[in-house]
């Protein structure tokens, strides 16, 4: 069925640290994982996307890691600024659809 | 590029009224979603077209739910009549093609309260 957990439901980190959010989905046909960023007042922007046949894929100060086997994918982010402060949502594709998990709030306090 | 258009930003109805929201997509976008976002959680697919036919909307409350695009760009979701657990926001998005090889981008959404 449809389901992702994500965790944690919010985070608050210094500037400059590393934030991780980890996502565990359902679907054991899910082949493909994008994560989004969604600012105060605006739409889901993607960020970062990795299909089931890589397990690492690294953009900049954006990284995330699969683990088909035990069903989790996790986002990494590291140096982090204030401008990363924004919700994220993970995703996994059901067939045509996306599923989205229930977002965490990251802080990133100067 | 212009990025996907929505309208109006926020609407306040009271329940058993009529709304209806309107989405432009990106030029040259076949795919369109709308989802519906209940605040503290994650968007929920309501309905996809491919073009102007519907691909999935197996998510869509359709007694009171409906969702049009014709000729193929623009689409209105209209809902009919409204209740309180409708109060929610409304995205569109709107991809070069379908499946997960192709991404979503979004628009800003419709914030709707139903009192």
């Known amino acids: 069925g449809e389901n992702v957990e994500q965790h944690p439901s919010t985070l608050s980190v210094q500037e400059g640290d590393s934030a991780v959010i980890k996502c565990t989905y359902s679907d054991s046909a899910s082949n493909y994982f994008p994560w989004y960023k969604q600012e105060l007042g605006k739409g889901p922007q993607l960020i970062i996307d990795?299909?089931?046949?890589?397990g690492e894929k690294k953009d900049q100060r954006i990284a995330v890691t699969l683990n088909k086997t035990a069903k989790h994918f996790s986002l990494h982010i590291t140096e982090t600024q204030p401008e990363d402060s924004a919700v994220y949502f993970c995703?996994?594709?059901?067939?045509?659809?996306?599923?989205f998990g229930q977002g965490t709030e990251l802080s990133v306090k100067p | 590029e212009a990025g996907v258009a929505q309208s109006p930003r926020y609407k306040i109805i009271e329940k058993r009224q009529s709304v209806a929201f309107w989405c432009n997509p990106i030029s040259g976008h076949a795919t369109l979603y709308w989802y519906q976002q209940i605040l503290g959680q994650g968007p929920k697919l309501l309905i996809q077209?491919?073009?102007?036919?519907?691909?999935?909307d197996s998510q869509l409350p359709k007694d009171r739910f409906s969702a049009e695009r014709l000729k193929g760009v623009d689409s209105t979701l209209k809902i009919q009549p409204a209740k309180l657990e409708d109060s929610a926001v409304y995205l569109c998005a709107s991809s070069p093609g379908t499946g997960p090889a192709y991404e979503q981008y979004f628009g800003p959404g419709t914030r709707l309260t139903v009192t």
């Open positions: 990795i299909r089931s046949n890589v």
């Open positions: 077209f491919q073009n102007n036919g519907v691909v999935d």
């Open positions: 995703a996994f594709n059901q067939g045509g659809k996306l599923i």
